[in-house]
């Protein structure tokens, strides 16, 4: 100090040259952290499924629930049911068996009922099995030389019917110039029909199922079953091969209440239906 003037110091700040970043930018660097943060937890969270997808799923499970409680799933019960069915063929009236198809009988009031069918040499055996007692109920047999026409395609009703069903069958003729007679139309436990329609099984869609529920396959080997039976023994009156066609399969029925009520409820299978009792 001289001449009695005072000099002044402010303070230098020795930072390397670098500014202080001011309060604006520390604001703005903060919220892009923030921000940075939030979506790498949101890319790392599970999507959450859609609707759709949901319905999807508890539909497949609503299925799958309802598949199991068929008896025929049960372990062993259909080998023991095939065995029982070998014991009742006839060997010198039905020869050999070919082959055993597991399907679904409809009939002429559009009812479902679950059945055991056997291809043998000169014989296709209809079975009404018990798979809940594990014994058979009913045999139809049916001649495969009397068998002239095979019909495949999908179901169709009279104009006014106010039944529908889905899907595709096989009708299996034996006497084409039989016509049913009125009562037997208006009876739905008769027997007397010339003919018998089979559709697909409800466990078809299982692996382990999927062949010995094919309608194809029936198709196929009793065609070829039936032609064979024909020419071992002929009938008169009829051609020597059986007439395959494609085409829809009339179901004869218009209100159908007791059917719709039957297979809604797959009254003709043998389901587990819970404790019925009280």
Same mark, same amino acid.
């Given at each position: ?36 943060? /939030? ?5 790392? /969270? ?35 049911? %095939? ?19 597991? %399907? ?175």
């Amino acid at each position: 100090m001289s001449d009695g003037v005072e000099e002044t110091f402010n303070p230098v700040e020795l930072d390397g040259g670098k500014a202080k970043p001011s309060n604006t930018d520390t604001e703005t660097q903060d919220t892009n952290e923030v921000s940075q943060l /939030a979506q790498a937890e949101k890319g790392s /969270a599970p999507a959450m499924p859609k609707p759709q997808e949901k319905e999807t799923r508890w539909a497949n499970a609503l299925d799958q629930f309802k598949i199991k409680k068929f008896f025929v799933l049960r372990p062993g019960t259909l080998d023991h049911a %095939m065995n029982d069915i070998k014991a009742l063929v006839n060997q010198e009236e039905d020869g050999p068996i070919s082959s055993m198809w597991l %399907m679904a009988e409809v009939d002429h009031w559009n009812n479902e009922k679950e059945r055991l069918v056997v291809l043998t040499e000169n014989t296709l055996l209809i079975c009404k099995y018990d798979f809940v007692m594990l014994h058979c109920e009913q045999i139809q047999r049916v001649p495969l030389n009397y068998v002239d026409r095979i019909v495949h395609g999908a179901f169709s009703f009279p104009q006014h019917s106010l039944l529908k069903r889905e899907g595709e069958g096989l009708r299996i003729f034996w006497d084409r110039l039989r016509e049913p007679v009125f009562s037997s139309r208006w009876n739905p436990f008769t027997m007397d029909y010339p003919y018998c329609t089979f559709t697909h099984h409800p466990v078809r869609g299982l692996d382990q199922f999927a062949t010995l529920c094919e309608l194809q396959g029936f198709q196929e080997q009793l065609t070829a079953a039936t032609e064979r039976a024909r020419v071992r023994k002929s009938m008169p009156g009829k051609a020597d091969g059986v007439l395959v066609l494609n085409q829809p399969i009339l179901i004869e029925a218009y209100v159908g209440l007791m059917s719709m009520i039957s297979n809604q409820n797959k009254l003709g299978y043998c389901l587990a239906r819970g404790n019925i009792g009280f």
